[in-house]
DNA sequence: ATGAAAGCGCTAACAT
DNA sequence: ATGTTAGCGCTTTCAT
């Protein structure tokens, strides 16, 4: 509406009496140029109100100054808190960040990366569904600096960050077990990856084939951390107190919460792989009418909100969300302008939070 | 790695033995095309493994596939939900999302707005933390189809969407006057925009000079709503039952809870204006050993997920947060693909969600 | 229906 | 230090 079309460099080079190539100098802050004529581009830059078209300054470059990220689903707390953290890596570091949702599933994963790798983003941080057959992520690492967050991918050599997952969890479920409790429950999403389920996941631990744990799903690892920490107290398992949803979903899990609820010899504790699952527990617990902790025990992996107003607090594993979206942006801006080392796993803590959900029981040492 | 670089269209013209053009036409869909030269084309293509370079098309055609959000802060469940509803929508529609936060400043909005104006998108949802003086976005209104999420901008006379803030927030109250309260808290932002205070607002209430909502703020709107209620009703106003936190803050809203707890005449009822302050009305709550409903009554603003499984659940005030996401964006890309029509306000319906957190009184209808 | 040629706005050699 | 000249990869006249 304001008459005049956008103006260009050459716009700009035209006013101030130079060459575009002087102008693009100034004005693009690369070669030399006298503070004579950058005076004079600047001015006229100013004049005309001249914004350069990144779309050019991308086609000849080959950088966009933008990156991506792969959430599973970018409105859950989880997803929600490591976006901001990206977010302000790419804030501060002046880059764009694109957004898409895989809701889990490997179609829209690879819908995803394509969009992004057709967008030419420069990078990208991707919350990979599946710890297998992730042959668009390996196209994707060899197209541009690719970093994994939460989840690796077996046989894909790149950054990545996450907690440590087995020790977080052996951490909570010892604090139950410290306080006494036996008969620990454990809800979890451990979909596929394990092909042969829960027995022979035990199986194979106890006989000795430990799991790489690279290769498993975070669930996975946690309930490889349940293992050990009954290992370690010598504490039997009984694969009966591990529910199996199967799928990353409240409404799959409060039932499968209820069943060990209604279980002849109840729990007396439970330990959740995330936040989803602990939301799904609450209301469980919540609908048969038991009250944490005096009839049950309650530890969470991941830190929620509204855990620390509900009377009792509820004991959570917390991790770093935010930090880990900001180191996965920050390994990935720094692959972006070419940082050339061997790929990075990096860990960060996980903290124990107390907060009156667990209750002591008989033989607690 | 892969040897060769990427394939253009000059390599797929040449391999299939037509000009650019021709190949251009098939593989960007436009124009005319014998299907004879089609299959060739095609064929080429795909020997190449030719990906179109976005960039290059933009460039030319000068649109991107790409909307821009601007949200407070992307990892709040409010914006989380709604960033999920435009993501929605933009991933139907084949567009990409850039996303921003502007952490509810001017500064930080503007910074995004230039950002997002530079990435050259086509158009941008935001959630304006101000409702006066945007002239950064007026100028991008210029520029490109701009929609207002939540808030609005006096003036600034583009497509909008929102809930009815006024109503929603005096159906609520007003379910706490059904069942008999009396003395009602509300804990609010009410940050700036009403120059004079609560009391001013309350005067010119009063005297019937009603404020427009369209350039309120939407916690002034739900205040608007509070005092319809007890006008309708025939209670007074008691302004020292209105707690303004003047900031979008828990750790500021708690200890504002506590003044109206801690009150010689304690209210009987609380009514938060949305879920910062309702978590932080929780936490005071809790932390006077209240317990809810028996000792007081809740109905906040914004239902969120643990509200349902608290015990007792909390009554809400829910907004359709990711149809206004969805809303938001589908207004967008109308607009981006050519729709002239006036400006459009957009409001959603809220819903009333009962769960047991108010407590019938004395004297209730 | 197809091709030749001219750019989109900018950067990157290459001269000078 | 500055200007000239080519493009980046694609779309879009304009012929034919």
Redesign the interface.
Known sequence: ??GTRKATITDVARLAGVSTATAGRVLGGYGYSSSEKREKVLKAAEELGY??????R??ITGR?R?IGFVAG?????FY??I??GV?DVA?DR?F??????SDETVAEEM?AVR??????VDGMVVSPCDTLGADHLRAAA?AMPLVLIDREVAGLDVDTVGVDNVGAARGGVARLIAAGHRRIGMVAELLAGQPDGIAAFLDAVRGGTRPDPVALYPSWQRLLGYIDAHDAAGIAVDPGLIAQVGSYSAEAAEPQVLRLLDAPERPTALFTADGVMT?AT??AI?ARGLSIPQDISLVGFDD???M????PGIDAVAQPR?QLGKAAANMLIERIEGLEVAPRRLKLAARQVQRGSVRKQDGAG
């Open positions: 509406m304001s914004r350069p078209n990144q779309l050019a991308s086609l966009t933008t689903d970018i409105q859950s707390p929600a808190k976006l901001r977010s804030g002046d764009g960040l694109l957004i898409t949702n819908h969009l992004l790798h057709e967008k030419q060899e939301a609450m209301a919540g929620l909100d509204w620390s107003f509900v009377s935010r």
